[in-house]
């Protein structure tokens, strides 16, 4: 009855664990080379400095920028704090948000072609140029800054979402006809999961997109004082001609946006390793 | 065991004698103004295993979409099991489909994939378990039940979406150049190990191809068409008993019935 031979063997062998061990060796030894080119900059940086004889308020040597980090870390890290919770907040809202209207959007192609203009209106708008609008109508404060973080995050999710959602193969909706699937059904089994890789796509791009949004709020709320975060802080500093608090504030800036990608990454590749090449482990 | 969930239809159970499949004078017309079909008169009756054969875009792939349900003929009439395909369809296990490509969602192991159109038609847990576990032995894919589709090699995949279509139980099953994909060797051993399992369980196969040998080799009757319009140009019933081991391929028989059917598609 069962002629195969070769199939019976256990699928075990199919998905071989790396040992630990290896595992970190190996990353040690993956971080080496940027870490090699980060050392050349930074002495590339300090030489250049004293070899042109820059003055410190335009280009401080890294390590007037460390100086800068010790005497102020404590400041410094309270308005990192309030930063990364406007973006956290901001990228949450789009998160919701852009999976919502790209749920809404298909359903129904009336829906996306009647929507969908001016919904990359709203986009293509430079948000600089609406940003204090949106200040005058949501007062000075955090408000603000969650809404243009938001604003600035949500797009990237929603377009993505909607390629997800309708981009299914046209076999496997034929699949779940056949086996006479309901609309609900073909959306939580099919659609949903479908458009997951492509979520996380817009969740990508979207994650540094709300750090920027919150700096860009906090930069233009600005004088909010106490709290003010980052954006606040960076233009205090440049006001100031402090340049190696300010080189401080951006390089956290980039930590923050950095870590918020790497969060989303680690996610995406937990949920999809066992099924999406973005995230499967060859062995040719 | 399934049928029992299904909801009875006693007016239209299917008397002696009467086609489980009924195409009559389909004809269909694409909404480009192409004309696909053209009075295409089909029946097949139970345990049957027709092929359809033809040149690519000859229109078999649309016949059997229209005998699943999932198109709708331009004329004429399709029935199955005396119904309409999409009422015989939602009344019960009546159809299970193949596809052209495995068609499985990379997401699930292939034990989900095969329980996928059970869970979606409600049946229990248990009884998937069952039917799922039951169907993948038949295929030969016992140890690989939590594998993904992604870790397997083609001709596996196929398997699981044979499984995936018996765990179903079907009475008719529709194949749709399932093994075209695959390389000729994994081809033939999945079209004996078909042959097997039909002949266990009597399923009604309707079977889409363009390879001639392959026709020979699996049906009791080989209807051949031809391209723009597609129409049946030909219906040839095959004597050969079953069991056929592997050796039928290369017995008199199977060639002169190979240049037989040739023979028609090159007049067609």
């Known amino acids: ?284 | 065991m399934l049928r029992a969930v299904a909801q009875p239809a006693p007016a239209t159970v299917p008397a002696a004698g009467q086609p489980v499949v009924d195409v009559r004078n389909v004809g269909k017309v694409y909404q480009n103004g192409t004309l696909a079909l053209s009075d295409v008169t089909l029946q097949l009756h139970a345990g049957e295993f027709v092929t359809l054969l033809g040149p690519s875009g000859c229109g078999k792939s649309t016949v059997l979409r229209i005998v699943a349900g999932l198109g709708k003929p331009s004329s004429g009439s399709v029935a199955v099991d005396g119904q309409e395909p999409e009422a015989a369809r939602r009344r019960g296990h009546e159809m299970a489909f193949v596809f052209q490509d495995p068609t499985l969602l990379p997401w699930l192991t292939v034990r989900k994939n095969t329980e996928l159109p059970l869970k979606l038609r409600g049946v229990g847990r248990k009884e998937r378990e069952r039917l799922a576990s039951s169907a993948i032995r038949l295929v030969g894919l016992t140890g690989f039940e939590q594998a993904y589709p992604r870790e397997l090699s083609g001709g596996m995949k196929m398997r699981v979406s044979i499984a995936r279509a018996l765990a179903q139980e079907p009475k008719v099953l529709l194949m749709d150049e399932p093994f075209g994909a695959l390389d000729e060797i994994t081809r033939q051993r999945l079209n004996e190990d078909l042959l097997d399992m039909w002949q266990a369980a009597q399923w009604t196969v309707l079977f889409v191809t363009h390879n001639v040998f392959e026709a020979a080799y699996l049906s009791t009757r080989i209807v051949v068409m031809s391209s723009r319009p597609g129409r049946i140009v030909a219906d040839i019933p095959v004597d050969a008993p079953y069991p056929r081991p592997p050796e039928f391929r290369s017995s008199p028989g199977f060639g002169a019935l190979v240049s037989a059917v040739v023979q028609f598609l090159r007049d067609a």
């Open chain 1, 1 to 284: 009855m069962e002629r195969t031979t070769e199939l019976n063997a256990p699928a075990r062998g199919l998905l071989r664990a790396r040992s630990p061990r290896w595992n970190v060796w190996a990353r040690l030894l993956n971080s080496l080379p940027p870490l090699a080119v980060l050392v050349v900059m930074l002495a590339g940086w300090k030489a250049a400095v004293v070899a042109f004889d820059v003055p410190p308020y335009l280009v401080p040597p890294p390590e007037r920028v460390l100086d800068a980090f010790r005497e102020d870390w404590r400041y410094l890290l309270e308005q990192l704090q309030h930063t990364a919770k406007m973006a956290l907040l901001g990228f949450g809202l789009a998160t919701l948000v852009g999976i919502a209207v790209a749920v809404l959007f298909s359903q129904a192609k009336i829906i996306e072609r009647s929507l969908y203009p001016y919904l990359v209106l709203l986009h293509t708008t430079p948000l600089i140029a609406i940003a204090p609008l949106i200040v005058i109508w949501a007062g000075i404060g955090d408000r603000s800054v969650v809404i243009i973080s938001f604003l600035i995050s949500v797009f990237p999710i929603i377009v993505n979402g909607v390629i997800g959602l309708t981009s299914v193969d046209h076999n496997l909706v034929n699949l779940f006809r056949m086996s006479n699937a309901s609309r609900w059904q073909e959306f939580l089994f099919l659609r949903l999961p479908y458009s997951v890789p492509y979520l996380f796509t817009g969740l990508r791009i979207s994650s540094s997109a709300a750090v920027l949004g919150a700096i860009l709020g906090e930069y233009l709320v600005g004088a909010g004082g106490v709290g003010g975060g980052m954006g606040y802080t960076i233009i205090i500093a440049a006001g100031q001609l402090k340049t190696a608090r300010l080189f401080a504030a951006v390089l956290l800036c980039s930590l923050l946006a950095l870590a918020f990608f790497f969060a989303v990454n680690t996610v995406a590749n937990r949920l999809l390793r066992n099924w999406h090449e973005s995230s499967a482990v060859h062995e040719n």
